[in-house]
Antibody, heavy 116, light 108 residues
Framework: EVQLVQSGAEVKKPGESLKISCKGS????????IGWVRQMPGKGLEWIGI????????RYSPSFQGQVTISADKSISTAYLQWSSLKASDTAMYYC?????????WGQGTLVTVSS | EIVLTQSPGTLSLSPGERATLSCRAS???????LAWYQQKPGQAPRLLIY???SRATGIPDRFSGSGSGTDFTLSISRLEPEDFAIYYC?????????FGQGTKLEIK
């Protein structure tokens, strides 16, 4: 059974750094792109970017380029989304999803709250 | 980048009725790389339709997708109580693989 399990909710202060994770199981993690999607409170879905764990090829939306970093460690079947300096506007639910072309399996989401 | 515009923003219908949701792209979506997702409160999105018209595994046949180029439609033939949710389209033919802003399907 394909599963994506994300790390738990985070509460951070503006300016702090953060790295959230997404662990895949039940399939060959290195062979499928993993994507990240943001959902701000009460809003729609926003495509952040994707990574191919096999060679770490990464693509970003222009809206998120330079704001976040996507990475992966194929040895432990885990993808990451990280911020070097959080802002209050980063408060959102973040989902990872497996990409076959469309996103076919999704993680449960990680809620990130940034507040002073 | 391709911008997707969904209409209507909110659709109010009763169980048993037919729902028709629209997704229009700012430029042609290559190879009909268009997907539809359903999201219920507090849940992650769920894939319904991919390739504009193929149902994902386990999706009931009351859900159907159609369209090509810049105009796509998700139809739900006979609404069940569990179908009331928010629906998003997404194009994955050219990066960034943007989503539409969503259509909320609510009980009338």
């Amino acid at each position: 059974e394909v599963q994506l399990v994300q790390s738990g909710a985070e509460v951070k202060k503006p300016g702090e750094s953060l790295k959230i994770s997404c662990k895949g199981s039940g399939y060959s993690f290195s062979s499928y792109w993993i994507g990240w999607v943001r959902q701000m409170p009460g809003k729609g879905l926003e495509w952040i970017g994707i990574i191919y764990p096999g060679d770490s090829d990464t693509r970003y939306s222009p809206s998120f380029q330079g704001q976040v970093t996507i990475s992966a460690d194929k040895s432990i079947s885990t993808a990451y989304l990280q911020w070097s300096s959080l802002k209050a506007s980063d408060t959102a639910m973040y989902y990872c999803a497996r990409r076959v072309a469309q996103f076919d399996y999704w993680g449960q989401g990680t809620l990130v709250t940034v507040s002073s | 980048e391709i911008v997707l515009t969904q209409s209507p923003g909110t659709l109010s219908l009763s169980p048993g009725e037919r729902a028709t949701l629209s997704c229009r792209a700012s430029q042609s979506v290559s190879s009909s790389y268009l997907a539809w997702y359903q999201q219920k409160p507090g849940q992650a999105p769920r894939l319904l339709i991919y390739g504009a018209s193929s149902r994902a595994t386990g999706i009931p046949d009351r859900f159907s997708g159609s369209g090509s180029g810049t105009d796509f439609t998700l139809s739900i033939s006979r609404l069940e109580p569990e179908d009331f949710a928010i629906y998003y389209c997404q194009q994955y033919g050219s990066s960034p693989h943007n989503f539409g802003q969503g259509t909320k399907l609510e009980i009338k």
